[in-house]
């Protein structure tokens, strides 16, 4: 898949100009959030379904993503800001044999029917990957996903070196943890602060969190 081209910010009228040049040249940085999402109407949805958690919590943030343009940002080659259409999962599949994994994509899409049937092949036909890429390099409007759902954490963060140029969100998601009679679904959320401030990463995590309410999608 051919990725689209990303539409150039007309920075003349862009309320975070001066943000972005903030963040970008004069003190470049990124910030992580972790927070504990509900997810107990997410998996009692999915207890009653045929479907994969893993796919269904992967489709529920691309559809998040997708719908604030702030996380589909991306560079032009002369370092001015711009946006993708639309932006797709790239997530890690576990090797148990190896204790290795691989980072597998598939296109985003709006049916979550559709994406979890071309998600699935995808987990199965890369379960024993030895190579950490075996589709080859990611399409450049894409964002990375990994679990770690053999631990829950109340933080995590990391260090991206070349990070500074890279706009794209990062999510890592932990083990399910029972906390006063609801399940929990630890999210962390790594930003290029440059792309978005607290403001945008809690009305991310606020739109990731209204599907694990209303997992009517999950059928």
């Given at each position: 898949m051919?990725?689209?081209?990303?539409?150039?910010?007309?920075?003349?009228?862009?309320p975070?100009?001066?943000?972005?040049e903030?963040?970008?040249?004069?003190?470049?940085?990124?910030?992580?959030l972790?927070?504990?999402?509900?997810?107990?109407?997410f998996v009692e949805?999915?207890?009653?379904?045929t479907?994969?958690t893993?796919?269904?919590?992967?489709?529920a943030?691309?559809?998040?993503v997708?719908?604030?343009d702030?996380?589909?940002?991306c560079?032009?080659?002369?370092?001015?800001?711009?946006?993708?259409?639309?932006?797709h999962?790239?997530?890690?599949?576990?090797?148990?044999?190896?204790?290795?994994?691989?980072?597998?994509?598939?296109?985003?899409?709006?049916?979550f029917?559709?994406?979890?049937d071309?998600?699935?092949?995808?987990?199965?036909?890369?379960?024993?990957?030895?190579?950490?890429?075996?589709?080859?390099?990611?399409?450049?409007?894409?964002?990375d996903?990994?679990?770690?759902?053999?631990?829950?954490?109340t933080?995590?963060?990391?260090?991206v070196?070349?990070?500074?140029?890279?706009?794209?969100?990062?999510?890592?998601?932990g083990?399910?943890?029972e906390?006063?009679?609801s399940?929990r679904?630890?999210?962390?959320?790594q930003?290029?602060?440059a792309?978005?401030?607290g403001?945008?990463?809690?009305?991310?995590?606020?739109?990731?969190?209204?599907?694990?309410?209303?997992?009517g999608?999950?059928?």
């Open positions: 051919t990725s689209p081209s990303a539409t150039p910010i007309d920075l003349s009228t862009w975070r100009r001066q943000h972005f903030h963040y970008r040249s004069a003190v470049p940085c990124t910030y992580a972790t927070v504990d999402l509900d997810a107990t109407a949805a999915l207890r009653d379904s479907r994969k893993y796919i269904a919590q992967i489709w943030l691309a559809t998040a997708n719908q604030h702030e996380f589909r940002m560079l032009t080659p002369d370092g001015a800001p711009a946006t993708w259409p639309v932006v999962p790239s997530f890690t599949v576990f090797n148990a044999a190896r204790e290795t994994f691989a980072s597998v994509w598939a296109p985003y899409d709006p049916s029917a559709a994406f979890h071309t998600a699935a092949a995808l987990l199965t036909e890369h379960r024993t990957a030895t190579e950490m890429f075996p589709q080859g390099p990611p399409p450049a409007n894409s964002f996903v990994s679990s770690l759902p053999w631990t829950s954490f933080g995590f963060s990391l260090a070196q070349p990070g500074f140029d890279h706009l794209a969100p990062i999510f890592t998601l083990r399910y943890v906390r006063e009679g399940l679904l630890p999210v962390a959320l930003v290029h602060h792309a978005a401030d403001f945008h990463a809690a009305r991310l995590l606020e739109t990731v969190q209204g599907l694990l309410l209303e997992p999608w999950v059928a």
